[in-house]
């Protein structure tokens, strides 16, 4: 089993910054992704920004500019959020996810988890 794990959520004021961590754990083999995806009261979930295993990034036309996404050199399990200049538009629930294998029984599985989402709100 692979368990994802947000934090760093929180209330803030427009224009200030905030850090988000995910860790992944359990009996993971290797990871090729890692990524935010957010959702808004009343809005679908969306794409914010990803990393895959070869460093390559990806964000959302939102964000670009304000968000940046990294991983931890040590524990390449970990992946960061740092978010910049926040807007009232960014208060979501903010979800990791992650895709790689994993070991079951002996056998290599690819998975596709999420964790239960950490709340960002940023007031005017």
């Known amino acids: 089993q692979v368990q994802v794990v947000e934090s760093g959520g929180g209330l803030v004021q427009a224009g200030d910054s905030l850090r988000l961590s995910c860790v992944a754990s359990?009996?993971?083999?290797?990871?090729?992704?890692m990524g935010w995806d957010r959702q808004a009261p009343g809005k679908q979930r969306e794409f914010v920004a990803g990393l895959n295993s070869g460093g390559i990034t990806n964000y959302a036309d939102s964000v670009k500019g304000r968000f940046f996404i990294s991983r931890n050199n040590a524990n390449k399990n970990t992946v960061y959020l740092q978010m910049y200049n926040l807007k009232p538009d960014d208060t979501a629930v903010y979800y990791c996810t992650v895709t790689g294998n994993r070991i079951d029984s002996g056998s290599v599985r690819a998975f596709d988890d999420w964790g239960q989402g950490t709340q960002v709100t940023v007031s005017p």
């Open positions: 359990g009996s993971i083999s290797s990871i090729n992704y």
